[in-house]
């Protein structure tokens, strides 16, 4: 399997010579070299069988717990996702309550839907659920599985290592706060990964005005209609990058059925404080502003949906994806090789490049570092995770840079 060679370096590299006026790239394009992309050697991140149901989190506890209270394998794809969603409030409240940006993205039988609530929703995150009890698709309503919640899980619950390195990283604020200080806190220090904490019942806000976002859809080529994302590549082609400069909390996670059905969800909120705050958070912050960029194409046998976060500009990573032709993808191991081949991204103010040298070869290096702006090395280049359906399956392939348990890949226990 080869990368794209001149038609699409032209297209991302030429807006780049406009705005960094560097020879170096007319003279590569003009060798019309070709990369090779080697199939990687590393551990499956992905199942080779699917069990009855796939839960997928970075935090291994997510999986145990949720095992341990589910009633049934059976229930539809929405009720679990209802389900996983409500128990990660209680766990990940840095990330995920009401006010948190949500992005939804699951598939019923040959139905996928792909939605963003974002700050123009009134508690957005609660939105979602609400478009989930709507869909019909829902065996039991959202107050069922609040309650079911409430009385299923333990009242001490593991705290997950995401949100002990947020809670330490705002220890000044929280340990002067009694309720905070009370269930997060020992001794004045912040609970350690694996350590219990009481966990807060769930309560549900008064209901919003509900209504149904619009899916963003974008070819990604006006002769690639298969190809759709969530942003304008456009702005790519021209030299604009979409960089952000929020630093928000993030939360992603997941469960897949053995019919093919998945449900995955991405959210994230802006930490504000206690301060001038109505409280109606554990941590109270803001709908986060930025979309995490998504794509989806078509393949022989079905889909592929690939999320991109955890970076100044995840679109440009799906973008470079995209150049490097993983619509040529044929099987989940194709889709992995392109995940985990290395990454470059272009920053401005002031122009450079950060790439991962340590996954590429020399060859690509010398390019870089040819080229005429501060080229940095660094060790990790965001997250893009992969689901890959065909007929009656879906595989849920992970980013080797992170860590992201799921339950078919954990060791059987005796």
């Known amino acids: 399997m080869k990368l794209k060679g001149s038609i699409t370096l032209i297209k991302f590299l030429l807006p780049l010579f406009l705005l960094f006026s560097c020879s170096h790239y007319i003279n590569y394009i003009e060798k019309k070299q070709e990369l090779e992309l080697v ?73 996928e839907f792909h939605m963003d609530f974002g700050p123009q929703y009134k508690l957005p995150f609660f939105n979602a659920l609400l478009s989930l009890e709507k869909k019909g698709g829902t065996k039991f309503t959202l107050n069922y599985w609040r309650r079911y919640l409430n009385s299923r899980l333990p009242k001490r619950i ?112 802006i930490y504000k404080g206690f301060k001038d705050s109505n409280r109606q958070s554990l941590f109270p912050g803001l709908t986060a502003q930025s979309l995490n960029p998504y794509c989806t194409f078509k393949t022989d046998l079905g889909s592929v949906l690939l999320l991109s976060y955890n970076s100044r500009d995840s679109g440009q990573l799906l973008y470079h994806l995209y150049n490097y032709g993983v619509k040529e993808a044929k099987s989940p191991q194709d889709l992995h090789s392109f995940i985990s081949y290395p990454r470059h991204q272009f920053l401005l103010r002031p122009g ?22 501060p080229v940095y090395h660094v060790k990790n280049l965001g997250t893009i995770l992969g689901l890959w359906s065909e007929k009656k399956q ?12 799921q339950s078919c890949l954990l060791p059987k226990k005796p």
């Open 39 to 111: 199939k990687t050697k590393q551990a499956p991140l992905w199942c080779k069988s699917t069990p009855k149901i796939n839960i997928i989190h970075d935090d291994l506890n997510t999986l145990e717990e949720v095992n341990k209270i589910l009633p049934s394998y059976d229930i539809p794809i929405t009720d679990l996702g209802i389900l996983l969603s409500l128990y990660q409030t209680i766990v990940r409240p840095d990330a995920t309550d009401w006010n948190s940006r949500i992005q939804l993205h699951y598939k019923m039988g040959k139905e």
């Open 352 to 373: 450079r490049l950060l790439y991962e040298s340590e996954r590429g070869n020399k060859g690509q290096l010398r390019y870089f570092l040819s080229l005429d702006f």
């Open 394 to 405: 879906t595989t849920f392939i992970s980013d080797p840079r992170v860590k992201t348990n």
């Open 158 to 269: 593991k705290l997950q290592k995401k949100l002990n390195e947020f809670i330490s990283l705002n220890e000044a604020e929280l340990l002067g706060l009694k309720s905070i200080n009370k269930r997060f806190f020992r001794l004045n220090k912040p609970l350690q990964p694996n350590e219990t904490f009481y966990r807060p019942s769930i309560l549900f806000p008064k209901r919003p005005q509900y209504s149904q976002p619009q899916p963003y859809s974008y070819a990604i080529e006006k002769e690639e209609e298969n190809f759709q994302c969530s942003f304008d590549s456009g702005l790519y082609q021209k030299g604009i990058f979409l960089i952000s400069h929020n630093k928000d909390s993030e939360n992603s996670f997941g469960v897949i059925k053995d019919n093919g059905d998945y449900f995955y969800a991405v959210t994230k909120k």
